[in-house]
């Protein structure tokens, strides 16, 4: 089974260009998170979508960032424009919040979309 | 507030015993989670505690006390390929919230 993909791995761009990064979770996976990690940081929550519902977009600058997950299944999230401090990782994870006894939960991580802001 | 602290560094040499504390203090309480991050890649799944006690899988294992807001990650007989960033994570709410991650805790093991 295919895990969480992501593209574009690297992006280079200069600052006030736009960048948009695309999220294919766990088939079946029905919660969807965008993370951002700086270099040496742990992962820090931007948005959490149920299905194609936004339920948790209170870290999400949203003067600059926006996303979308419209048929509840791949999520696109958008920079306009980047500024410098935008360089960092941006991880999608994918979950099931429901599951036989003992299931966890966990997220499942894609290998993350790398942008260098110039 | 919500706060993760685990130590930044570690070293260890292959064969020995390390264990990674992590402590929190978060608003709500729904299990802690240990990942494992190599360098440039996505964070894995390691261990997950919901109950107070002790968690065994394989060489790694994972305790958890509740009352004291504490966690430990013990990673046994050490492997070269162990050297990672070991991440610690508090779920606050049900199933589906988002993980509260700490910033990690970089492992490196030595011959």
């Known amino acids: 089974e295919a895990g969480v993909v992501q593209s574009p791995r690297y992006k280079i761009i200069e600052k006030k260009q736009p960048v948009a990064f695309w999220c294919n979770p766990i088939?079946?996976?029905?919660?969807l998170y965008w993370y951002l990690q700086n270099l040496g940081q742990g992962p820090e929550l931007l948005i959490r979508?149920?299905?194609?519902?936004?339920?948790?977009d209170s870290q999400l600058p949203k003067d600059r960032f926006s996303a979308e997950r419209l048929k509840g299944v791949d999520s696109t999230l958008k920079i306009q424009p980047a500024e410098l401090g935008d360089s960092a990782v941006y991880l999608c994870?994918?979950?099931?919040?429901?599951?036989?006894?003992?299931?966890?939960?966990?997220?499942?991580f894609g290998e993350g979309s790398r942008l260098t802001v110039l | 507030g919500q706060n993760i602290d685990q130590p930044t560094e570690m070293t260890a040499t292959e064969g020995a015993i390390v264990q990674i504390n992590c402590t929190y203090q978060?608003?709500?309480?729904?299990?802690l989670f240990w990942y494992q991050q190599h360098a440039g890649e996505a964070p894995t799944f390691l261990s997950y505690?919901?109950?107070?006690g002790l968690e065994e899988k394989g060489r790694f294992s994972s305790f958890l006390s509740r009352s004291k807001g504490y966690s430990y990650l013990l990673l046994k007989e050490l492997q070269m390929k162990d050297s990672a960033s070991y991440l610690c994570?508090?779920?606050?709410?049900?199933?589906?919230?988002?993980?509260?991650f700490g910033k990690g805790t970089t492992l490196s093991v030595s011959s």
């Open positions: 994570a508090v779920r606050e709410g049900q199933a589906g919230t988002a993980l509260i």
């Open positions: 978060t608003s709500g309480f729904n299990g």
């Open positions: 979508y149920e299905n194609e519902e936004a339920v948790d």
């Open positions: 088939s079946g996976h029905n919660t």
């Open positions: 994870a994918s979950s099931l919040d429901y599951g036989l006894a003992g299931y966890t939960g966990e997220l499942f």
């Open positions: 505690n919901v109950l107070d």
